[in-house]
């Protein structure tokens, strides 16, 4: 039986670590609705805003704060890399280690964030994995973790 796009993206937004994103900020739109919620997700404007609050000197500084529902893919792209390679800056000059696993393909993810592929990289979660570790390494790791303790391990 094949897995539908929307299946998929429910899947990926019940997981407790995008349940713990959440609690780094209000989405940009504010809305809900899992499509608005993963897009928000996808569009790299949320996920960068939340390492800043890890890293409050980003490396690569260029986010594009007007990405709408009619995405441009250069700038969805751009915010995106932006988040890796300030992820991959803060591993190797704060916390003094190497990142050895493939990175998501942003390139993937910014052409068509609701394709099978797309949803594949993404469910792979990896940017949330590395932003949760940068998280609980950083100056402010008693913060990210009293949130943390506080999720409902339930949901």
């Not at 809305?31 to 409050?56: A, E, H, K, R």
């Not at 003094?96 to 797309?118: A, C, F, H, W, Y």
């Amino acid at each position: 039986m094949d897995i539908t796009i929307s299946e998929l993206m429910e899947f990926f937004l019940q997981r407790l670590l995008v349940t713990w994103v959440k609690t780094l900020g209000p989405f940009r739109s504010g809305n809900q609705d899992n499509l608005t919620m993963y897009m928000d997700l996808v569009d790299g404007i949320f996920l960068n805003q939340s390492m800043l609050q890890i890293d409050p000197r980003p490396t690569y500084q260029h986010i594009s704060k007007h990405v709408n529902n009619n995405t441009n893919l250069r700038i969805q792209y751009q915010n995106l890399t932006s988040l890796v390679r300030n992820t991959k800056t803060y591993y190797q000059e704060i916390l003094q280690q190497l990142i050895v696993m493939n990175l998501p393909r942003v390139l993937t993810i910014g052409e068509d964030p609701l394709s099978g592929k797309s949803m594949e990289e993404v469910k792979e979660v990896l940017l949330l994995l590395l932003l949760l570790d940068c998280a609980i390494q950083c100056e402010k790791k008693e913060e990210f973790i009293e949130r943390i303790k506080q999720l409902d391990t339930e949901t």
